[in-house]
């Protein structure tokens, strides 16, 4: 028992001693040091853990393609936004944003854009904005082919009627009742199509066809024919989050709100396709490629004028296979830089004159013809204000030329034998009436003289036989 109670057992040992768990004093009830720094580890991990799997369970942000069509409806522009819906599949973007801004355009093209969105395998979003833009014309098929619909405040949609070309008439003024009838019957059967397979307003759309109907972006709303109206592209998106659209018979709900814009640009073939396809590039084009032309004619040899006038006249042709050009137009132009070639060598003013007049005739008639393939809320043309100055300065520049030219014609002639007459040179030898050699014009010449001349006597050149040249001294 004295063992006992002197604590020489174990168990005395253990009753006496606070024993430590994880830095926890169990006698005292207080934290050691080594148990705070425990602790914090664990508190610390758990933390990180927590965030790691908030991170895990939180999905990254939705990427969405984005592309402008912006100006008409052309070879090149349905050729970059078929390509936009294509490289938006293959991306496995969550969709395709397209922001609308055009005042229609080429029927067939419409077409290329509107088959493409139509089965597209990404939904396809049409946002016509920002506020002043339109969805004119050919713009109205693009926007009801879309998967959703919105519009900017202060944006219209409608006058999809077809017109004459460019001209701005009734097809039937033009083109006889049968031929309007025809074309009208063809459009609204088009429109409708698209608007009942994307569930909107059809009688709108066969109204925006025949009576050239056109609303702002709050009545499309109210009539269905888009389904929001949002200041910005990003608002847009946002308020597309969460809905459900059919895509390829399946139905898809948007993941839209914050996503990311992944800008799509067009090749420089397309680019350039839909820059060259404006009536006033292809009119410049022409009168270029006649300019170079006449350059070429009083300067033969040049060859950078001739080169230019020939890619100039093959874009200009490339140009106006994407435009209703008229042909009797591109006759007259080419007809007017004829005369003034022409006035080139004749100088009299008179044709000159009638080339000039025929160049600004051509420019006016160029983009007024009949032409069924083509929906446009105005008529585009080649302005005066292009018009008038590049005639006058292409007239300018050959008038210039052809002064230039009679300058020129008045001058002695400095090629040949006869260039030789009067110029001044050296004798190599003694020259006499019998011979000897001078050296003129850079050259070693054969040369006979009525008076005998030592070596390095100046002489001129009075007259030429074949290879030998009569000279005399020159006095000083």
């Given at each position: 028992m004295d063992g006992l109670q002197g604590g020489a057992t174990p168990w005395g040992a253990v009753a006496r001693c606070p024993r430590r768990i994880h830095g926890w004093d169990t006698g005292t009830g207080a934290m050691s040091k080594s148990g705070h720094s425990v602790w914090g580890v664990l508190v610390l991990g758990m933390v990180m853990f927590g965030q790691a799997t908030s991170r895990a369970d939180a999905p990254p942000p939705a990427v969405v393609s984005r592309c402008v069509l912006d100006g008409t409806v052309d070879a090149g522009s349905s050729a970059f936004l078929v390509d936009c819906v294509r490289r938006a599949q293959e991306a496995g973007h969550q969709a395709l944003l397209v922001r609308l801004d055009t005042p229609g355009g080429e029927l067939e093209s419409t077409r290329d854009i509107v088959r493409a969105f139509l089965g597209a395998r990404v939904p396809v979003l049409v946002w016509v904005g920002p506020s002043g833009a339109r969805a004119g014309s050919a713009g109205v098929f693009i926007t009801l082919a879309s998967h959703l619909a919105g519009m900017a405040p202060g944006t219209n949609i409608g006058a999809a009627h077809p017109v004459s070309g460019l001209s701005g008439q009734d097809p039937e003024q033009t083109g006889g009742k049968e031929m309007a009838r025809k074309?009208?019957?063809?459009?609204?059967?088009?429109?409708?199509?698209?608007?009942?397979?994307?569930?909107?307003?059809?009688?709108?759309?066969?109204?925006?066809?025949?009576?050239?109907?056109?609303?702002?972006?709050?009545?499309?709303?109210?009539?269905?024919?888009?389904?929001?109206?949002?200041?910005?592209?990003?608002?847009?998106?946002?308020?597309?989050?969460?809905?459900?659209?059919?895509?390829?018979?399946?139905?898809?709900?948007?993941?839209?709100?914050?996503?990311?814009?992944?800008?799509?640009?067009?090749?420089?073939?397309?680019?350039?396709?839909?820059?060259?396809?404006?009536?006033?590039?292809?009119?410049?084009?022409?009168?270029?490629?006649?300019?170079?032309?006449?350059?070429?004619?009083?300067?033969?040899?040049?060859?950078?004028?001739?080169?230019?006038?020939?890619?100039?006249?093959?874009?200009?042709?490339?140009?106006?296979?994407?435009?209703?050009?008229?042909?009797?137009?591109?006759?007259?132009?080419?007809?007017?830089?004829?005369?003034?070639?022409?006035?080139?060598?004749?100088?009299?003013?008179?044709?000159?004159?009638?080339?000039?007049?025929?160049?600004?005739?051509?420019?006016?008639?160029l983009m007024d013809r009949f032409d069924p393939g083509w929906f446009l809320d105005s008529p585009p043309r080649v302005p005066l204000s292009t018009l008038i100055p590049t005639a006058v300065f292409v007239a300018g520049a050959a008038v210039y030329l052809a002064f230039r030219a009679a300058e020129t014609r008045r001058q002695p002639q400095q090629g040949g034998d006869l260039g030789l007459i009067g110029e001044v040179g050296q004798t190599l030898d003694t020259v006499s009436p019998s011979g000897g050699a001078v050296f003129v014009h850079g050259e070693r010449w054969s040369a006979v003289s009525s008076t005998p001349l030592p070596p390095g006597s100046r002489v001129v050149v009075r007259r030429v036989e074949g290879l030998t040249l009569f000279v005399d001294e020159v006095k000083t």
């Amino acid at each position: 028992m004295d063992g006992l109670q002197g604590g020489a057992t174990p168990w005395g040992a253990v009753a006496r001693c606070p024993r430590r768990i994880h830095g926890w004093d169990t006698g005292t009830g207080a934290m050691s040091k080594s148990g705070h720094s425990v602790w914090g580890v664990l508190v610390l991990g758990m933390v990180m853990f927590g965030q790691a799997t908030s991170r895990a369970d939180a999905p990254p942000p939705a990427v969405v393609s984005r592309c402008v069509l912006d100006g008409t409806v052309d070879a090149g522009s349905s050729a970059f936004l078929v390509d936009c819906v294509r490289r938006a599949q293959e991306a496995g973007h969550q969709a395709l944003l397209v922001r609308l801004d055009t005042p229609g355009g080429e029927l067939e093209s419409t077409r290329d854009i509107v088959r493409a969105f139509l089965g597209a395998r990404v939904p396809v979003l049409v946002w016509v904005g920002p506020s002043g833009a339109r969805a004119g014309s050919a713009g109205v098929f693009i926007t009801l082919a879309s998967h959703l619909a919105g519009m900017a405040p202060g944006t219209n949609i409608g006058a999809a009627h077809p017109v004459s070309g460019l001209s701005g008439q009734d097809p039937e003024q033009t083109g006889g009742k049968e031929m309007a009838r025809k074309i009208e019957n063809d459009a609204v059967a088009f429109v409708e199509s698209i608007a009942r397979q994307r569930g909107r307003n059809a009688e709108w759309a066969i109204s925006a066809v025949r009576e050239s109907e056109s609303v702002p972006a709050e009545k499309a709303l109210e009539l269905r024919v888009i389904e929001h109206v949002a200041p910005t592209q990003e608002a847009f998106l946002q308020w597309a989050d969460g809905r459900s659209v059919t895509v390829a018979d399946s139905p898809v709900t948007l993941r839209t709100a914050n996503a990311w814009l992944v800008e799509l640009e067009p090749s420089f073939s397309q680019r350039a396709l839909h820059a060259l396809a404006q009536p006033a590039v292809v009119y410049i084009l022409f009168l270029l490629a006649g300019l170079g032309f006449a350059v070429e004619f009083t300067h033969p040899g040049l060859f950078v004028p001739g080169l230019t006038g020939v890619v100039c006249l093959v874009l200009a042709l490339l140009a106006s296979s994407a435009l209703p050009v008229r042909a009797g137009a591109i006759v007259l132009l080419l007809l007017g830089v004829a005369l003034l070639v022409a006035e080139l060598f004749v100088t009299s003013g008179l044709l000159g004159a009638a080339g000039l007049g025929l160049l600004v005739l051509g420019g006016v008639f160029l983009m007024d013809r009949f032409d069924p393939g083509w929906f446009l809320d105005s008529p585009p043309r080649v302005p005066l204000s292009t018009l008038i100055p590049t005639a006058v300065f292409v007239a300018g520049a050959a008038v210039y030329l052809a002064f230039r030219a009679a300058e020129t014609r008045r001058q002695p002639q400095q090629g040949g034998d006869l260039g030789l007459i009067g110029e001044v040179g050296q004798t190599l030898d003694t020259v006499s009436p019998s011979g000897g050699a001078v050296f003129v014009h850079g050259e070693r010449w054969s040369a006979v003289s009525s008076t005998p001349l030592p070596p390095g006597s100046r002489v001129v050149v009075r007259r030429v036989e074949g290879l030998t040249l009569f000279v005399d001294e020159v006095k000083t």
